[in-house]
Protein backbone atom coordinates (compact mmCIF):
# COMPACT_ATOMS: atom_id res chain seq x y z
CA UNK A 1 0.00 0.00 0.00
CA UNK A 2 1.33 3.58 -0.95
CA UNK A 3 3.34 5.11 2.20
CA UNK A 4 2.35 9.06 1.25
CA UNK A 5 0.79 11.58 3.43
CA UNK A 6 -1.30 14.75 3.35
CA UNK A 7 1.82 17.75 2.83
CA UNK A 8 3.84 15.43 0.88
CA UNK A 9 6.03 16.82 -2.60
CA UNK A 10 3.71 16.12 -5.99
CA UNK A 11 4.39 16.87 -8.98
CA UNK A 12 2.28 16.90 -11.97
CA UNK A 13 3.71 16.54 -15.30
CA UNK A 14 2.09 16.52 -19.11
CA UNK A 15 3.14 18.06 -22.29
CA UNK A 16 2.05 21.19 -24.28
CA UNK A 17 2.61 20.54 -27.81
CA UNK A 18 6.40 20.03 -27.47
CA UNK A 19 6.75 21.37 -24.15
CA UNK A 20 7.11 19.32 -21.01
CA UNK A 21 5.33 20.78 -18.26
CA UNK A 22 5.65 19.81 -14.49
CA UNK A 23 3.59 21.31 -12.04
CA UNK A 24 4.45 21.50 -8.25
CA UNK A 25 2.43 21.15 -5.01
CA UNK A 26 1.46 19.50 -1.82
CA UNK A 27 -1.17 16.57 -1.31
CA UNK A 28 -4.17 18.47 -0.31
CA UNK A 29 -5.71 15.24 0.43
CA UNK A 30 -7.06 11.85 -0.89
CA UNK A 31 -9.70 9.05 -1.47
CA UNK A 32 -9.56 7.11 -4.28
CA UNK A 33 -9.61 7.38 -6.64
CA UNK A 34 -9.32 11.30 -6.49
CA UNK A 35 -6.47 13.15 -5.05
CA UNK A 36 -6.30 16.91 -4.45
CA UNK A 37 -3.24 18.93 -5.01
CA UNK A 38 -2.61 22.67 -3.94
CA UNK A 39 0.17 24.17 -6.30
CA UNK A 40 3.18 25.99 -4.31
CA UNK A 41 4.06 27.26 -7.74
CA UNK A 42 2.53 29.93 -10.18
CA UNK A 43 -0.50 28.13 -12.07
CA UNK A 44 -1.33 27.92 -15.57
CA UNK A 45 -3.89 30.73 -17.08
CA UNK A 46 -3.59 29.98 -20.50
CA UNK A 47 -6.44 27.73 -20.71
CA UNK A 48 -4.41 24.49 -21.89
CA UNK A 49 -5.11 22.58 -18.93
CA UNK A 50 -8.26 20.97 -18.88
CA UNK A 51 -10.81 18.45 -17.70
CA UNK A 52 -9.93 14.70 -19.31
CA UNK A 53 -6.02 15.73 -19.82
CA UNK A 54 -4.01 12.34 -19.04
CA UNK A 55 -0.94 13.17 -16.62
CA UNK A 56 1.60 11.23 -14.79
CA UNK A 57 1.10 11.87 -11.12
CA UNK A 58 4.73 11.70 -9.27
CA UNK A 59 4.81 12.03 -5.12
CA UNK A 60 7.64 11.58 -2.90
CA UNK A 61 6.63 9.82 -0.13
CA UNK A 62 8.73 7.80 2.15
CA UNK A 63 11.99 6.46 1.14
CA UNK A 64 10.57 6.34 -2.40
CA UNK A 65 8.60 8.42 -5.06
CA UNK A 66 4.86 7.16 -6.55
CA UNK A 67 4.10 7.12 -9.75
CA UNK A 68 0.61 6.79 -11.37
CA UNK A 69 -1.25 7.63 -14.62
CA UNK A 70 -4.46 10.27 -14.22
CA UNK A 71 -6.83 12.37 -15.53
CA UNK A 72 -7.58 15.77 -14.74
CA UNK A 73 -10.89 16.42 -13.13
CA UNK A 74 -10.80 20.21 -12.10
CA UNK A 75 -7.88 22.99 -12.43
CA UNK A 76 -8.55 26.38 -10.69
CA UNK A 77 -5.68 28.38 -11.27
CA UNK A 78 -6.84 31.24 -9.21
CA UNK A 79 -6.86 29.08 -6.19
CA UNK A 80 -4.38 26.51 -7.11
CA UNK A 81 -5.96 23.52 -6.74
CA UNK A 82 -6.05 20.17 -8.82
CA UNK A 83 -7.96 17.62 -8.65
CA UNK A 84 -7.29 14.15 -10.55
CA UNK A 85 -8.29 10.88 -11.09
CA UNK A 86 -5.54 8.11 -10.24
CA UNK A 87 -5.87 5.59 -13.04
CA UNK A 88 -4.77 1.90 -11.79
CA UNK A 89 -2.41 1.49 -9.25
CA UNK A 90 0.61 3.30 -8.15
CA UNK A 91 4.36 2.21 -9.13
CA UNK A 92 6.92 2.54 -6.43
CA UNK A 93 10.25 3.27 -6.83
CA UNK A 94 13.36 3.32 -4.39
CA UNK A 95 14.80 7.08 -3.59
CA UNK A 96 18.19 7.06 -5.05
CA UNK A 97 21.09 8.27 -2.31
CA UNK A 98 22.98 10.52 -4.76
CA UNK A 99 24.47 13.36 -2.97
CA UNK A 100 23.45 17.10 -4.21
CA UNK A 101 25.82 19.61 -4.34
CA UNK A 102 24.89 23.44 -5.05
CA UNK A 103 26.77 25.09 -7.79
CA UNK A 104 27.50 27.52 -10.39
CA UNK A 105 28.74 26.33 -13.35
CA UNK A 106 27.66 27.48 -16.91
CA UNK A 107 26.71 24.86 -19.52
CA UNK A 108 25.37 24.09 -22.88
CA UNK A 109 22.80 21.92 -23.75
CA UNK A 110 20.47 21.23 -27.42
CA UNK A 111 18.04 18.04 -28.05
CA UNK A 112 20.48 14.85 -29.39
CA UNK A 113 20.92 15.40 -32.92
CA UNK A 114 19.67 19.05 -33.17
CA UNK A 115 22.48 21.74 -34.49
CA UNK A 116 21.05 24.69 -32.10
CA UNK A 117 23.09 24.93 -28.64
CA UNK A 118 21.43 26.54 -25.65
CA UNK A 119 23.38 28.10 -22.64
CA UNK A 120 22.51 28.04 -19.04
CA UNK A 121 23.77 27.45 -15.73
CA UNK A 122 23.79 24.24 -13.58
CA UNK A 123 22.58 25.32 -10.53
CA UNK A 124 22.84 21.63 -8.38
CA UNK A 125 24.18 18.49 -9.39
CA UNK A 126 24.81 14.90 -8.49
CA UNK A 127 25.81 11.87 -9.72
CA UNK A 128 22.76 11.03 -11.28
CA UNK A 129 21.71 14.03 -12.80
CA UNK A 130 21.06 17.95 -12.25
CA UNK A 131 19.02 20.83 -12.18
CA UNK A 132 19.70 23.45 -14.95
CA UNK A 133 18.76 27.21 -15.30
CA UNK A 134 17.98 28.76 -19.06
CA UNK A 135 17.27 32.06 -19.24
CA UNK A 136 14.22 31.41 -21.91
CA UNK A 137 11.91 28.95 -22.65
CA UNK A 138 13.25 25.66 -24.43
CA UNK A 139 11.04 23.85 -26.73
CA UNK A 140 11.78 19.85 -26.53
CA UNK A 141 11.48 18.06 -29.78
CA UNK A 142 12.40 14.74 -27.96
CA UNK A 143 13.26 14.42 -23.92
CA UNK A 144 16.68 13.15 -24.43
CA UNK A 145 19.29 15.96 -24.54
CA UNK A 146 23.23 16.08 -24.80
CA UNK A 147 24.66 18.51 -22.35
CA UNK A 148 28.40 20.05 -21.96
CA UNK A 149 29.40 20.98 -18.39
CA UNK A 150 32.17 23.92 -18.51
CA UNK A 151 34.32 22.95 -15.55
CA UNK A 152 35.34 25.98 -13.32
CA UNK A 153 38.93 25.01 -12.78
CA UNK A 154 39.88 24.49 -16.15
CA UNK A 155 37.24 25.09 -18.66
CA UNK A 156 37.54 21.48 -19.63
CA UNK A 157 34.32 20.40 -21.51
CA UNK A 158 32.45 17.23 -19.71
CA UNK A 159 30.22 15.80 -21.34
CA UNK A 160 26.72 13.59 -21.03
CA UNK A 161 23.49 12.39 -22.46
CA UNK A 162 20.41 12.83 -19.90
CA UNK A 163 16.90 12.57 -19.58
CA UNK A 164 14.38 15.55 -18.96
CA UNK A 165 12.38 14.37 -15.98
CA UNK A 166 10.80 17.71 -15.53
CA UNK A 167 10.59 21.25 -16.39
CA UNK A 168 9.28 24.28 -14.58
CA UNK A 169 8.90 27.80 -14.69
CA UNK A 170 10.52 29.75 -12.35
CA UNK A 171 8.25 32.54 -10.00
CA UNK A 172 11.12 35.07 -8.53
CA UNK A 173 13.23 35.59 -11.82
CA UNK A 174 12.94 35.08 -15.76
CA UNK A 175 13.22 31.69 -16.96
CA UNK A 176 12.61 28.02 -16.33
CA UNK A 177 14.89 25.16 -14.75
CA UNK A 178 15.30 22.08 -16.46
CA UNK A 179 15.94 18.62 -14.44
CA UNK A 180 17.94 15.81 -15.70
CA UNK A 181 18.64 12.54 -15.17
CA UNK A 182 21.83 11.23 -17.01
CA UNK A 183 21.91 7.88 -19.06
CA UNK A 184 25.16 7.88 -21.24
CA UNK A 185 28.58 8.90 -20.65
CA UNK A 186 31.35 7.20 -22.07
CA UNK A 187 34.64 6.17 -19.98
CA UNK A 188 36.62 9.58 -19.92
CA UNK A 189 33.62 11.55 -19.75
CA UNK A 190 32.75 9.63 -16.25
CA UNK A 191 36.37 10.40 -15.09
CA UNK A 192 36.21 14.25 -15.84
CA UNK A 193 32.66 13.87 -14.50
CA UNK A 194 34.33 12.48 -11.00
CA UNK A 195 36.73 15.03 -10.75
CA UNK A 196 34.04 17.83 -11.77
CA UNK A 197 31.91 16.04 -8.90
CA UNK A 198 34.10 16.52 -6.55
CA UNK A 199 35.27 20.33 -6.94
CA UNK A 200 32.16 20.38 -6.12
CA UNK A 201 31.78 18.72 -3.27
CA UNK A 202 34.80 19.53 -1.90
CA UNK A 203 34.43 23.61 -2.27
CA UNK A 204 34.63 25.75 0.33
CA UNK A 205 30.62 26.87 1.32
CA UNK A 206 29.07 24.23 -0.82
CA UNK A 207 27.02 21.22 1.06
CA UNK A 208 25.23 18.66 0.46
CA UNK A 209 21.40 19.61 -0.34
CA UNK A 210 18.85 17.54 1.59
CA UNK A 211 15.78 16.64 0.42
Known sequence: MPVFHVGDPVQIHFKLGNTAIALQGKLAQM?????????????L??????????????????????????????????????????????RFQQRRQHERYRCDMQVRLRVVGDAEWITGTCRDISAGGARIYLPQEFVLRSNTLEIVFIAPTNQQAVRAIAEVVRTSKLLEETGWEVGVRFTEMDRMEKIRFAR??????SAEGHEPIHP
Open 31 to 43: VRPLMEVHLTEEP
Open 45 to 90: HNGAVKPGMCVLVVISGGTGVYTAEASIQQYRPHTGQVVVAVNGSF
Open 196 to 201: LLQHWA
